[in-house]
Nanobody, 123 residues
């Protein structure tokens, strides 16, 4: 399984970006998915995660009401719509996956498949 992110870039505060993650897997619907972000010299933190069918989502408090995670299993895609972006959202954003043998998790250590990341810069 490979994950490839796209959609990052530079935007002014208050603007929007939509991140996309394409998965090369035959049955994406068997994986929990998530978006994580990391700034230099800091740990990778969860931004938003979504269950196999999309029925359950969790967000970190700082993005609630501004970011929306979604998935399209038929297209093998994961998305993150980011609105009202703030300078503190600046980070490298990663999509990640793990086989859904249990409950949806926000812990990076539970995810074993990672993309290469896409940079988001808000000024």
């Amino acid at each position: 399984v490979q994950l490839v992110e796209s959609g990052g870039g530079s935007v002014q505060a208050g603007g929007s970006l939509r991140l996309s993650c394409e998965a090369s897997v035959g049955a994406l619907g068997t994986y929990h998915l998530g978006w994580f972000r990391q700034v230099p010299e800091s740990e990778r933190d969860a931004v938003a995660v979504i269950s196999t069918t999309g029925s359950t989502t969790y967000y970190t408090d700082s993005v609630k009401g501004r970011f929306t995670i979604s998935r399209d299993n038929a297209k093998n895609r994961l998305y993150l719509q980011m609105d009202d972006l703030k300078p503190e959202d600046t980070a490298m954003y990663y999509c990640a996956a793990y086989w859904a043998y249990g409950r949806l998790s926000m812990k990076p250590s539970d995810y074993d498949i990672w993309g290469q990341g896409t940079q988001v810069t808000v000024s």
